[in-house]
């Protein structure tokens, strides 16, 4: 399981470079998704979380991707720098009230 500060580390170093992220979440096995990190955030009960857009990978909302995922960064178990680089993904709005604390942002 990756530690919370490493993962901030990363997410933090893949913002700054719009890089893509590989990472298993929540005891997930198989396949790790690919996700393009967005903003990293404190929510207002202020629990670390990362706002990306999963371009591949399992996903257990069910929803298609490409899409949004919210990530408790406390759940993520494995996340490196994927290769590549990505744009703001559609939708990314910055206001939204979820956002109690921007830490980091494309």
Not at 13 to 35: F, K, M, N, S
Not at 45 to 52: F, H, I
Not at 66 to 76: E, S, T, Y
Request: overall charge positive.
């Amino acid at each position: 399981m990756a530690s919370v500060i490493s993962a901030e580390r990363t997410i933090r170093e893949a913002i700054a470079a719009r890089a893509p992220l590989a990472l298993r979440y929540d005891g997930e096995r198989g396949p790790h998704r690919t996700v393009h990190p967005q903003v990293l955030f404190r929510s207002a009960s202020g629990q670390l979380s990362v706002d990306c857009y999963q371009v591949a990978g399992p996903s257990s909302s069910g929803k298609p991707l490409p899409g949004w995922r919210d990530f408790d960064l406390a759940k993520i178990d494995g996340i490196a720098l994927a290769a590549g680089s990505f744009r703001p993904a559609p939708g990314l709005n910055l206001a939204a009230r979820k956002y109690a604390q921007v830490l980091a942002h494309v």
